[in-house]
């Protein structure tokens, strides 16, 4: 029995016109998503099967293929909900007239000096990420501030205790059939989708979460 299922888009595979076209939110979505659920799943049960068999000869790899996949499938779940359509004003702006509080434009200007070097940070740290990966803002719980993250694929160097508020897909299938090579491009595309009301909901419930006991 599968213990992740792939999550429903929450609008059509146009409604992020013209930033990106609905051809690449369908096969990111019901392709590359699905193969990281997939993955997931599949690794599980490879893991159940170690267990069962006490075979541990392949542990170091099954453990690297669910860190991969999970994190792959998190991370994208995240992703389309952190979007919604330029049109309207739905997506888009900064989120102190989004989110409706302030909370989350002033944590971003505490943590960044102004939410401009936010974006700046934000931007380059998701068009330079080498290779594939995300760029990341996420809420760091021991200092109860928000930083930027590059993460390298799906998991790498990141802070172990950090929830992931808002992020950006870096990697070439999230934009080669619109933008070719031309990353930056749509990174700086991507902020006429941002749906602030999504990431101030995620910096909000992550900020009520429990502290690290300990440290």
């Known amino acids: 029995m599968a213990i992740y299922t792939l ?5 059509d595979y146009a409604a ?3 930033v990106i076209n609905p051809q690449i939110i369908e096969l990111h979505h019901d392709k590359h998503h699905a193969a990281y659920v997939k993955g997931a799943n599949d690794t599980l049960e490879q893991l159940e099967e170690a267990r069962d068999k006490e075979q541990w ?10 860190a991969f996949h999970l994190s792959g499938h998190i991370l994208h779940s995240v992703y389309w909900h952190n979007m919604a359509s330029p049109k309207g004003g739905e997506g888009g702006g900064e989120p102190l007239a989004a989110d409706g509080t302030g909370e989350l434009a002033d944590a971003i200007t505490e943590s960044f000096g102004s939410f401009a070097k936010f974006k700046a940070q934000l931007t380059k740290a998701a068009a330079t990420t080498q290779g594939s990966g995300w760029g990341v803002l996420a809420y760091e719980p021991i200092s109860g501030r928000l930083i930027v993250e590059q993460v390298y694929d799906h998991q790498g160097n990141v802070g172990q205790g950090s929830v992931p ?4 897909d870096a990697w ?5 059939l619109q933008y070719k090579n031309q990353k930056v491009d749509f990174i700086d595309a991507m902020w006429q989708v941002v749906n602030w009301q999504d990431v101030q909901k995620r910096y909000a419930d992550a900020k009520g979460r429990t502290p690290l006991i300990g440290i």
Do not use: D, Q, R, T
Request: charged share 20%; net charge negative; glycine share 8%.
């Open 7 to 11: 999550p429903e888009l929450p609008y």
């Open 16 to 18: 992020l016109e013209p």
């Open 57 to 66: 000869g392949s542990i170091n790899g099954l453990e690297k293929n669910l």
């Open 165 to 168: 508020v808002l992020v950006f």
């Open 172 to 176: 070439e299938h999230a934009f080669y």
